[in-house]
């Protein structure tokens, strides 16, 4: 009998702007391996089922996207520390073909990019973090386990910025973390003390059939050449705001790290093996500019 192949996938809805498709493949066919990864759309009343066929049908390892982050945790067997302290799930791993772990690796893949990609370290760094949505939550709740020495989260609807400085102040003993309104004023406050300003809100992000998004958060004399200054947006890869740091002589880290970074994690979780990060990156990039032109 042939061997079976070992299944991976993604759960999300809709699932439009996925890039998870094109870099697990391309990491399964250049290493040989005996995978294959199938993009599943799942409506949101069919997770439950959709979750017990991972156990039944014995698949692997399945990304998880929006809007099933948060709803998949009570179906889940187990949360590592990362997915309980940010109470979201993106990846879930089959063990011993019976228990689900339902991971976190959206923060470690920024952190890795950061050390990786322009080789600072979030220890001691004071942090101005713009949004309070998934994506800001795991990497305020990361930034602030791995030792940032304070945060400041900015967010258009305050109180979820507040609230979100809570959880992490809750969850992780020890942080100094405040929550506040994202107003030009305050923004520039926060920017003039920090060494790393990240944008964690989707503004910037290239939208099919729209004009291009050409607004920024931060005003441009507020960024300084000592910043480091972050995007999760990474469609197109240089957004307004990092288009605005680069010419403030400002270094700049685009979002595409964090993408094949949280990848790379859910990747050696599942299969054992490394993801070819290089090759991985030039195909992403390939894609993005094919998308836009
Ligand atoms: P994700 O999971 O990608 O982080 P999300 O959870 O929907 O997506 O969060 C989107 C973030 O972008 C939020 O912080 C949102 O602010 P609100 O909480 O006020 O909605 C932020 N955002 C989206 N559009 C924005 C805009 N035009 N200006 C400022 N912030 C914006």
Redesign the pocket.
């Given at each position: 009998m042939a061997e079976v192949v070992k299944a991976l996938g993604i759960f999300g809805y809709p699932l439009a702007h996925s890039m998870s498709h094109l870099m697990y493949s391309t990491a399964i066919k250049h290493l040989g391996i005996n995978f294959q990864f199938q993009p599943y759309e799942v409506k949101p009343e069919h997770l439950p089922a959709a979750v017990e066929g991972v156990r039944a049908m014995g698949i692997r390892g399945v990304c998880v996207t929006?809007p099933h982050k948060g709803a998949i945790i009570p179906l889940l067997d187990e949360l590592t520390e990362d997915a309980r302290l940010m109470r979201a799930v993106n990846v879930v791993c089959l063990e011993d073909g019976e228990r689900l772990v339902g991971h976190n690796t959206d923060g470690i893949g920024f952190v890795t990019s950061m050390r990786k990609d322009v080789g600072q370290d979030p220890k001691g760094k004071r942090i101005l973090l713009l949004?309070?949505?998934?994506?800001?939550k795991a990497i305020a709740v990361k930034l602030a386990v791995e030792g940032a020495s304070h945060i400041s989260i900015l967010?258009?609807?305050p109180s979820?910025a507040e609230e979100l400085a809570e959880h992490v102040k809750d969850q992780v003993p020890g942080s100094e973390v405040e929550g506040g309104a994202?107003e030009t004023e305050q923004v520039g406050r926060f920017a003039k003390e920090a060494d790393i300003i990240i944008n964690?809100?989707?503004?910037g992000m290239w939208k099919k059939g729209e004009p291009p998004d050409k607004s920024t958060?931060v005003p441009s004399e507020q960024i300084m050449p000592h910043h480091l200054v972050c995007d999760v947006v990474y469609n197109p890869l240089l957004t307004p705001l990092l288009c605005s740091a680069k010419r403030r002589k400002a270094k700049v880290l685009t979002g595409l790290g964090m993408i094949i970074y949280q990848g790379a994690e859910a990747f050696r979780r599942w299969t054992g093996c490394e993801l070819p990060v290089q090759l991985v990156r030039r195909r992403l990039i390939r894609a993005l500019s094919q998308a836009g032109s």
């Amino acid at each position: 009998m042939a061997e079976v192949v070992k299944a991976l996938g993604i759960f999300g809805y809709p699932l439009a702007h996925s890039m998870s498709h094109l870099m697990y493949s391309t990491a399964i066919k250049h290493l040989g391996i005996n995978f294959q990864f199938q993009p599943y759309e799942v409506k949101p009343e069919h997770l439950p089922a959709a979750v017990e066929g991972v156990r039944a049908m014995g698949i692997r390892g399945v990304c998880v996207t929006i809007p099933h982050k948060g709803a998949i945790i009570p179906l889940l067997d187990e949360l590592t520390e990362d997915a309980r302290l940010m109470r979201a799930v993106n990846v879930v791993c089959l063990e011993d073909g019976e228990r689900l772990v339902g991971h976190n690796t959206d923060g470690i893949g920024f952190v890795t990019s950061m050390r990786k990609d322009v080789g600072q370290d979030p220890k001691g760094k004071r942090i101005l973090l713009l949004g309070a949505g998934g994506a800001a939550k795991a990497i305020a709740v990361k930034l602030a386990v791995e030792g940032a020495s304070h945060i400041s989260i900015l967010n258009r609807t305050p109180s979820k910025a507040e609230e979100l400085a809570e959880h992490v102040k809750d969850q992780v003993p020890g942080s100094e973390v405040e929550g506040g309104a994202l107003e030009t004023e305050q923004v520039g406050r926060f920017a003039k003390e920090a060494d790393i300003i990240i944008n964690g809100t989707s503004v910037g992000m290239w939208k099919k059939g729209e004009p291009p998004d050409k607004s920024t958060l931060v005003p441009s004399e507020q960024i300084m050449p000592h910043h480091l200054v972050c995007d999760v947006v990474y469609n197109p890869l240089l957004t307004p705001l990092l288009c605005s740091a680069k010419r403030r002589k400002a270094k700049v880290l685009t979002g595409l790290g964090m993408i094949i970074y949280q990848g790379a994690e859910a990747f050696r979780r599942w299969t054992g093996c490394e993801l070819p990060v290089q090759l991985v990156r030039r195909r992403l990039i390939r894609a993005l500019s094919q998308a836009g032109s």
